[in-house]
């Protein structure tokens, strides 16, 4: 008998993985969509918007769990470790799946290895502002400063990505700014409004709010084009930093070794919500394109673009002035 239970028990444990993947998602367990960024970013408000369409279109229980740090890091290692069945979902990035591989000295995490890429979701360009502390009006006031005086003004960053915007500018226009880290670009932007910093590069969502009571200017879209957002602000290209562009896409991950039937069906139901009304007012609000790719396409512009930003970044650093 005993050998007999044995038999039947490894068969159950050998079929639960296609069992488990016709079952999902299972309405009575929640969703898990980690955001590796802080509360109020756009990153997070877009999360949310595909959190309400999941809720109310599938009847699903999906919840937006915040874990911010160490520029992404902390978030992404965390869905990294959870168990690989579906319900823990990743909104990963440019910065947390491209340029931390190069940027940070060590890496908890293979973006490639470690995760499956399901389904993409934006394109978009960041902002340049400044604050209080200084009265530029245009970058080329910031630029013709910043020549005269290598080192004086200083640049928050909250994530890889912003950092690298700046350090672009840096090497392309010949200037040299001091940088300041910060947890969350929420954070950064309350500290360009305060002072405590003269320059910011964000999405339009961090801050517009700094916008509406002044605190906050804007002075160049890094994209090829302005911001819908922003139709009066000039790009970087605009104001005589020729060779410049910079956009960053944001996709869904899942841990490696979840089954493929459920990455398929995840894939379809957050497609679906990317349908919807909240998410395209969510795109709209971030002036952002929305994109459409599946886990092959974007398993193919994750090796390509970690290829490219290295060697984008190794030339920078090889071109760097003594």
Do not use: C
């Not at 997070?44 to 809720?55: F, G």
């Not at 440019?94 to 470690?114: C, E, R």
């Not at 970058?139 to 672009?168: N, Q």
């Not at 990317?274 to 795109?283: F, H, P, R, T």
Request: hydrophobic share 45%.
């Amino acid at each position: 008998m005993t050998l007999i239970r044995l038999a039947v028990a490894a068969l159950l444990l050998a079929a639960s993985p296609l069992s488990f993947a016709q079952a999902y998602p299972d309405k009575s367990r929640p969703i898990r969509l980690v955001v590796p960024f802080g509360a109020g970013s756009g990153t997070d408000v877009v999360v949310r918007a595909y959190s309400r369409a999941l809720n109310e279109q599938a009847g699903l229980n999906s919840i937006v769990d915040n874990k911010p740090g160490a520029e992404g890091m902390i978030g992404v290692e965390f869905v990294k470790n959870a168990a690989p069945d579906g319900y823990t979902v990743l909104l990963g990035n440019l910065s947390t799946h491209v340029l931390n591989v190069h940027m940070q000295a060590k890496l908890p995490y293979d973006p490639v290895a470690d995760f499956v890429p399901v389904t993409a979701v934006e394109n978009l360009s960041l902002v340049l502002n400044t604050g209080p502390s200084t009265k530029f009006a245009s970058l080329k006031e910031l630029l013709d400063a910043a020549r005269a005086e290598p080192g004086k003004y200083s640049f928050g960053s909250g994530s890889a990505s912003t950092r690298l915007v700046m350090e672009m500018l840096e090497h392309l226009a010949g200037i040299k700014l001091l940088s300041v880290p910060y947890k969350t670009q929420a954070q950064a932007a309350a500290g360009l409004a305060g002072g405590e910093v003269d320059l910011l590069v964000t999405d339009v969502v961090t801050a517009q709010p700094y916008y509406a009571n002044g605190r906050l200017r804007p002075l160049g879209a890094t994209g090829r084009t302005r911001l819908s957002a922003l139709p009066n602000v000039p790009t970087f290209r605009e104001q005589g930093v020729a060779d410049f562009e910079f956009a960053a896409w944001h996709a869904f991950f899942v841990p490696a070794r979840t089954p493929p039937d459920v990455v398929e069906k995840l894939a379809a139901l957050l497609r679906t919500a990317g349908q919807s009304k909240y998410v395209g007012d969510a795109l709209a609000t971030k002036a952002s394109d929305p994109m459409d790719m599946d886990t092959a396409r974007l398993t193919t512009l994750l090796r390509d673009d970690i290829d490219r930003w290295g060697k984008l970044l190794r030339d920078m650093k090889k071109q760097a002035r003594p």
